[in-house]
C-alpha cells in the first residue's frame, strides 16, 4: 500500500469519526476512530476498490455477517475472523441509506407548497422518504404534527430544532402522487433486502 493511498484513509475515517458519527452514533465513532490507527485493517480496505472503502459499507457489511460489534476490540475481532464474507458483501452491496428523519427539516417547505403535491425522488432506495406524511413531527419539543390517518400503528415520530423564522404547518402535506427512481431499487417485500436495508441504519 503506497503511504498516500494509507494517509487517505486515515484521514478519511477520522474525518467520519469527528464530523459525521460524533454524537449521532457513539460505536460507529469508536470504531471509526479505531480503524483510523489499525494498520491492518488500512490494508484490508486498501485492497479494495476505492468506490468499497467508506466506512458506512464497512461498518454495515461486518454488522450483516457477524451482528452488531460491542466494541471497537470487536468489531476487529469479527473482521479478522470473517474477512472473506465481509469482503464478499462489500464487493456486491452498495450503500441505500434513506434517512427519513431529514423529512422533519424538508416538511415545512413542502407544506408551504400548492396542495396536493407530487413528489418524485432520484435515488430512492427503498423510497421511506417519499412518505413524508405518513411521519410524525415534534419541532422544538412542543410543536407536535401527526398522520392525517394514522390508523391502528403508531408512526415513528421525528424530533427537529426549528431556527427562528421557521413557518411550522399545522398539518402534515398531502401527496397526491409520489414515484421513486433508483438503479436498484430496494424490494419492502423482500426479507433480505429489508435486512440489509436496516443493517445500514446506525446503532444508536
Given amino acids: 500500500m503506497r503511504d498516500d493511498d494509507f494517509e487517505r484513509l486515515i484521514r478519511r475515517y477520522a474525518i467520519f469519526a469527528e464530523k459525521e458519527a460524533r454524537g449521532r452514533s457513539p460505536l460507529y465513532e469508536e470504531l471509526a476512530r479505531g480503524v483510523a490507527h489499525d494498520p491492518a485493517t488500512l490494508a484490508f480496505l486498501a485492497g479494495l476498490p476505492v468506490a468499497k472503502q467508506q466506512p458506512n459499507l464497512l461498518f454495515a457489511a461486518v454488522r450483516h455477517v457477524c451482528g452488531t460489534p460491542q466494541d471497537w476490540r470487536h468489531f ?96 402534515v402535506p398531502e401527496i397526491a402522487w409520489r414515484a421513486g427512481l433508483d438503479l436498484n431499487p430496494i424490494d419492502v417485500n423482500e426479507a433480505e433486502q429489508v435486512h440489509w436495508l436496516e443493517t445500514l441504519a446506525w446503532p444508536g
Avoid: W
Avoid at 93 to 107: F, I, K, V
Fill in 76 to 171: 476487529r475481532s469479527l473482521l479478522q475472523d470473517h474477512k472473506i464474507q465481509i469482503t464478499a458483501v462489500m464487493l456486491a452491496r452498495s450503500t441505500q441509506t434513506n434517512e427519513p428523519g431529514r423529512c422533519a427539516t424538508l416538511l415545512p417547505v413542502l407544506a408551504g407548497l400548492r396542495q396536493p403535491l407530487a413528489l418524485i425522488e432520484v435515488g430512492a432506495s427503498a423510497g421511506l422518504c417519499l412518505i413524508p406524511d405518513r411521519y410524525g413531527y415534534v419541532y422544538d419539543g412542543s410543536h407536535r404534527l401527526v398522520p392525517r390517518s394514522a390508523g391502528a400503528i403508531e408512526p415513528p415520530m421525528f424530533r427537529c430544532a426549528a431556527g427562528l423564522g421557521t413557518p411550522l404547518p399545522d398539518d
